[in-house]
């Protein structure tokens, strides 16, 4: 049996080397199991699944953040994680684009301005 924990704690260290870290600290003292259960559905069980890639996974999870809006945290870890695993800014942006066709533009254009400040911040810039 494989232990959900270990696999899941590894994909997200490759997705979010900073956040994983941070969002296990934050959770600590009020919710550890939740943070458990971050570590090991999402990361251990399905982003373990054959078929898709994480590259693929986080394009999937920048289209649904940006789609679902007022997630903006999550939405920013996101982004950053999918430049981890391989995604350029270019598609990032694209996959935003898309979400004004299904979700709304007021939701890709929020979309985008989060992908600004994260390029920013990568860039050193405020």
């Known amino acids: ?20 870290k941070a969002l296990m600290e934050n959770l600590k ?7 458990r259960f971050v570590v090991e559905f999402p990361y251990g069980d399905v982003y373990e699944r054959p078929g898709l890639d ?5 394009i999937a999870t920048i289209a649904a953040l940006t789609a ?7 939405l920013k870890d996101h982004i950053k994680g ?7 800014r270019q598609e990032v942006i694209e996959v935003i684009i898309q979400m004004a066709v299904y979700a709304g533009f007021p939701r ?3 979309g985008i301005n989060i992908a600004k400040e994260v390029f920013n911040e990568i860039d050193g810039k405020k």
């Open 54 to 58: 994480l590259k693929s996974r986080e």
């Open 68 to 74: 679902i809006g007022d997630t903006k945290p999550e």
């Open 29 to 35: 003292d009020i919710a550890p199991d939740l943070g």
């Open 82 to 88: 999918a430049l981890n695993v391989g995604c350029n």
């Open 108 to 110: 890709a254009i929020n």
């Open 1 to 20: 049996m494989v232990d959900r924990y270990s696999t899941g704690l590894k994909n997200l260290e490759k997705i979010h080397p900073e956040a994983s």
